[in-house]
């Protein structure tokens, strides 16, 4: 059974900065695709980004391009997610996920993904 645990949130004004990471376990992380997403206060959940098993490809939304980016060490098992310049905007709970796929994939859509953690809390002050 593999689980997924995340860690790396709190409290930050804004224009700081946050490393979310995400440590997966049971499995071999370079099995899978995997991705980030996150929800806020009466929101429903929204892709942010996303990384190919080889992490040579990534994906963002355009709400996070230039300021957020994913990468993973599959030596560690261990997903990252690096947020620069956040805004209040940003605060939400965010998720990591992932999915087995085929190597050359890249996952967007939430329904695709299979493995979830239970989230870590951003909220980012004005």
């Known amino acids: 059974q593999v689980q997924l645990v995340e860690s790396g949130g709190g409290l930050v004004q804004a224009g700081g900065s946050l490393r979310l990471s995400c440590v997966v376990s049971?499995?071999?992380?370079?099995?899978?695709?995997m991705g980030w997403f996150r929800q806020a206060p009466g929101k429903e959940r929204e892709f942010i980004a996303a990384i190919k098993r080889s992490g040579g490809y990534t994906y963002y939304a355009d709400s996070v391009k230039g300021r957020f980016t994913i990468s993973r060490d599959n030596a560690k098992n261990t997903l990252y997610l690096q947020m620069n310049s956040l805004k209040p905007e940003d605060t939400a709970i965010y998720y990591c996920?992932?999915?087995?796929?085929?190597?050359?994939?890249?996952?967007?859509?939430?329904?695709?993904?299979?493995?979830w953690g239970q989230g870590t809390q951003v909220t980012v002050s004005s």
């Open positions: 049971g499995r071999t992380l370079s099995d899978y695709a």
């Open positions: 996920a992932g999915t087995i796929t085929g190597y050359y994939n890249i996952v967007l859509k939430e329904g695709e993904y299979d493995s």
